[in-house]
């Protein structure tokens, strides 16, 4: 619904139709079509599900945020791995393009999106 949402509202599509996937082997669609006018928009939307460090991670900035200067030099030996959490997520978003890029290769001329939504 979000791609649906997406299409219809920022992108002002008169019509927003659910594509059928393809029946043959390793070969899948992107989830939607718009059409504007002339012009046509193909979108998938990809759900990136956060890893339980990835959360804990979240979590623990806020916490960092709220707390004095003490409490936070207190906190200086948990190990941080921030930049390999992010790198792992960096990874993801990397691996989900390249697959979108093969579903709209059947979509010449039409604009492309990929809408992440992260969860």
Do not use: W
């Not at 928009?41 to 709220?66: G, H």
């Not at 906190?75 to 959490?85: C, Q, T, W």
């Amino acid at each position: 619904m979000h791609g649906y949402i997406y299409l219809k509202e920022k992108k002002c599509c008169e019509k927003v139709t659910f594509l059928q996937e393809m029946n043959t082997p390793h070969k899948k669609t992107p989830g939607l079509k718009g059409i504007k006018g002339s012009s046509t928009i193909v979108l998938d939307v990809k759900t990136i599900n956060t890893s339980d460090d990835l959360q804990a991670y979240f979590e623990r900035v806020v916490r960092d945020n709220q707390k004095t200067l003490d409490e936070k030099s207190l906190d200086l030996d948990y190990p941080r791995p921030e930049k390999d959490m992010l790198s792992g997520l960096e990874n993801k978003i990397k691996i989900h393009v390249e697959h979108v890029k093969g579903q709209m290769a059947d979509f010449p001329g039409a604009q492309k999106i990929v809408l992440f939504v992260m969860d």
